[in-house]
Structures are given as C-alpha cells and as structure tokens.
C-alpha cells in the first residue's frame, strides 16, 4: 500500500464525532502504539511503519495545534515549544523511532505552516533564515525541520516503569508462569496443536515446527502478519481463514496474558501507565505545563490498560485483542461550555488510516462523555500503582538495583547511620542488608521500621560501626561476584518442547 499526499490529508483532518465542538481543551495525554516493522529480533521500523506515525502526528496536529480546530488546546503553540510538550519512550529502536516519526507529524516542518496562521508569530520563524556577516544568506535545513526533545528512557531506568511497567517485574512473570500452567491454557495448546502444525509449510525456515503451537501464538502471528504485508509470495501462500484463525487466536492469547480479573499483577504496567497519565495532567492543569504528553509503548500496555478500566469486559469485541501498528489512547483534560469544572474523557484510536476515528469511551464504568477531573484522581488513587517504592513492593522486583535505594529495610539502615554520622557504599542488596541487621539487632522477620531504627539512637553507635564493615564486606562479595542486578526478562516460558517469548514491540 503506498501513502499519497491524499491519504496522508485525509488522515490528518478527521477529527472525533464524540467531541463537543464547544469543550475547551485544556491539555491531552496520548499513548501510543508503534508501527510496521519487520520480524523479531530486528528493531527495524519500516518506511510503511514511518508512514503510519507521520499520519498519525498529523492527526493529531490537526486535533490539537491547529488554531483554526475547534479542538484546539487551550494555549499550545502552532509550533514547538519544549515547555509545551512531555515526551518519552524506551530506548529500543523501533519504539524510539517511531516516536519521533510522530512528531514529524505533530511539528511539521516551518515553511509547510508559514502564512497557514496569523498565530506563529515571527520569533517562531525567524530561523527559518539569517544573513551572516561576510554577506551569505542561509535557509535553515529540511524546510525548517523543528527539532523536538524526547527523553528515552532505559530499560534499567526507574523512569522505565511508567512506559513498560510490565518489564523486570517477577510477579508479571509469575502471572504468565500460572497462565500457562491453567487448564484454559492447556485446553487451548492441544485443540489447537494440529491446525498450528499444518502452518509448517508456510512458515519453513521462519518457526520451527516444534515451536508451532498456541504457546508461540503472538510470534506464529507476528510472522505471518509481517511477511503478509512485506512478501508477496509469502502472502498468497496463506488463506483468508488462516489469516483469521490465527489473528483469532493471538488476540485471545495476549488478552489472557495481559490481563486476568483476578490477578491484578497482570495489569502491572497499566496501574503505573495510569499515574504517569494523571501527574502529566495534573501538571497541566495546575501549572500550564506540559499542554501535551506523549509517551510510546508496546501493544500488552494497551491489554493491560484496557482490562484494568473495564474495557474489556464491556467491550470484548473492540478491546479484547492485538491494537494495530500506530494505535492511540488519549486522555483530554476539558471543561464544557456550561460549566468550568475540569473533566477528563477517554478516546481510543485503532490505527492510523483515514477510517479510524478517535472515539470515546467510558472508562471504569464512568460516563462516556467524560469524569470530573477530581473523581478521576479518586480513581488513580484506588486502581493505580504511585510511586517506584509501590511498584517493587508489586512486582516483587527488591533485588534490582533501581529498588534498592526505596527498600523499607535499606532506608531504616541509611537513617540509622545517618543519625550516627556513618557512610557506606550503597551497594549492597536489600536482601543482604536486611540479614545482617538480623544477626546484629537481632530482630525478628518482621524486620526494621523506620520508627524502629529511629529508637535505637546513639547507644549503638559501636554496632552501627559493625553493621557497616559488615555491609562493606557484603558489599565487596557482590562485586567480586558481578553485582546485584537482575537480568531484565523477556517473559520466556518453557515446558516440554513448547517455548514462547512475548515480545513487547
């Protein structure tokens, strides 16, 4: 499929038909999917994936920016302002590039907005070009090409649990483990095994035979999907009913992954996707700024942000499967015409052609016309997950070094010595520091409180001095031994000849 001017147009003007055209737009928060890419384990985003993103900046450029759109927001400038704009994403390729693909859209070049607005004012295009003083007159490069900041983020990074906070979590894990230990599983691995089997001569040299089961039903998918758009004799190998059964499948393999009404853990990366949503809004409201965030994530978010807000169980049809490449979330911060209480609504946009409208829906059984911006924090505050502390206390994630510092039993430690004047090499792992305040204080499992460690005060001090080469020994042990740090997983699960990884991108 190529991507015309018109198709690219086209995209970009169609606005929401759930939008009161009379709402003052106050701020947006968009997250969303990346596009086309090739097949694992490459991080290649295709020129088709590119197109995907551009369009759907440009749709969003149209919403927002554009000062002639009803939905303009409220004081954010045609052109870019870093104040003006949050962004983030992983430092992975394919996520990262599709980001800023986006905002090609969003902040086009400046010489395809000049004289578009009496609002950009001259200081916005005056880099456009400049007279130097030995007489030579210069164009700024690629038309003006506004250079947008994004922070990307590392997968070790505690800023990382707010885009992928499903990723280095153990109990996200241990939820998939269970998954594939149930017998809905079990059930859906054997009824499905011979039709996965007979793919083997479509997908020779691609999936080994061995990996051909519903275990492997997002890579099985991805494949074929991939090679579908990308290789014309590959796509006229498999059938229509083929395609389906086996998109059926996926959608319901990653729903069950990503979300269990009776596993919260599944959700994981959604309670931390809904605070970074909320103090990003928040922000926006009570200082100005950001007017806009964007974050970029992997489609399990979407799964587990749907089925913590009850979309899912309202909708299965729409909510209950794989988001398509460039797919969107948006929560807008407006107030109505009538009345200047902030409220919040929730849209969905299922891809980026020119048919997909951004389309609002109730979230958490709430009114699908939006919150009061109050009650939709009374909804943070009971579903979300709030601080990096919680989301180790969740994932059980204490032996990773970025849950270190917010340990309970390594902050008693560092106020202990503290209030003793002493220092150590903050090294060591909770699990270590706990032990040996055990064996010194000799307290029970319950361990050390703050208010505990509070109460010892100076009269061990002679302690604190042991507790220290201890930790400082244990210390030393660790990194003679390559340190603390856990590897981040990919959720890859094995049992008998049955393996199956659940890429993110």
């Known amino acids: 499929m190529k991507f015309s001017a018109s198709t690219l147009t086209a995209a970009a003007v169609l606005l929401a038909s759930g939008s009161a055209a009379d709402d003052t737009i106050l701020g947006a928060f968009i997250f969303g999917r990346h596009g086309d890419r ?33 939905l303009h927001i409220e004081g954010l400038n045609l052109t870019y302002h870093e104040s003006q704009l949050s962004a983030q994403a992983p430092n992975s390729g394919v996520i990262q590039m599709s980001q800023w693909a986006f905002f090609q859209g969003l902040y086009p070049p400046l010489n395809t907005l000049k004289g578009l607005s009496a609002e950009i004012s001259e200081n916005e295009v005056i880099s456009l070009s400049e007279s130097l003083a030995n007489g030579t007159d210069l164009d700024a490069p690629l038309e003006g090409y506004q250079y947008v900041v994004s922070q990307g983020v590392d997968e070790d990074a505690p800023a990382n649990i707010w885009i992928k906070g499903d990723e280095s979590c153990p109990n996200f894990d241990a939820s998939s483990q269970r998954y594939y230990q149930s017998s809905e ?23 080994p035979k061995a990996k051909l089961n519903y275990a492997n039903a997002y890579s099985v998918f991805d494949y074929i999907n991939v090679n579908s758009i990308h290789n ?14 086996v998109k059926w499948l996926q959608d319901r393999y990653t729903t069950d992954l990503n979300y269990n009404a009776s596993d919260s853990t599944t959700v994981i990366g959604a309670k931390t996707l809904l605070t970074a949503m909320f103090t990003n809004l928040n922000d926006t409201l009570v200082a100005r700024q950001p007017l806009l965030s964007m974050f970029t994530g992997s489609y399990d978010t979407f799964s587990q942000f749907f089925g913590l807000t009850g979309l899912i169980d309202k909708d299965p049809q729409t909510f209950g499967g794989l988001v398509n490449y460039g797919a969107s979330i948006v929560l807008e911060l407006f107030k109505t015409e009538d009345d200047s209480t902030p409220r919040v609504r929730f849209l969905f946009r299922n891809g980026t052609e020119s048919t997909d409208a951004l389309t609002p829906y109730p979230i958490f059984g709430q009114d699908v016309a939006g919150i009061k911006f109050t009650d939709f924090e009374d909804l943070v505050n009971e579903n979300a997950i709030h601080d990096l502390q919680g989301w180790c206390t969740a994932c059980g994630a204490w032996k990773l070094d970025l849950c270190k510092p917010v340990a309970p039993v390594y902050e008693a430690f560092e106020k202990l010595l503290a209030e003793n004047n002493v220092g150590i090499l903050g090294t060591a792992s909770s699990d270590d520091l706990e032990q040996t305040l055990r064996i010194i204080l000799n307290t029970d499992s319950s361990g050390l409180t703050l208010a505990g460690a509070g109460g010892i005060g100076a009269g061990v001090t002679i302690g604190v001095f042991l507790i220290a080469g201890l930790i400082f020994l244990a ?31």
């Open 185 to 207: 599983f079990k059930t859906l691995n054997e009824s499905t095994f011979d039709f996965y089997q007979g793919l083997s001569s479509i997908v020779a040299g691609g999936i």
């Open 232 to 245: 014309g004799t590959f796509a006229a190998l498999v059938s229509e009913d083929d395609f389906n059964r």
């Open 38 to 70: 090739l097949t694992k384990p490459t991080s290649t985003l295709t020129t088709l994936g590119a197109h995907q993103l551009l369009s759907s900046g440009q749709f969003y450029h149209a919403r927002y920016l554009d000062p002639e759109s009803s």
């Open 475 to 505: 210390c030393k042990k660790l990194r003679a031994g390559g340190g603390t740090k856990a590897p981040v997983t990919s959720a890859k699960f094995e049992k008998d000849d049955l393996s199956s990884t659940q890429s993110t991108v």
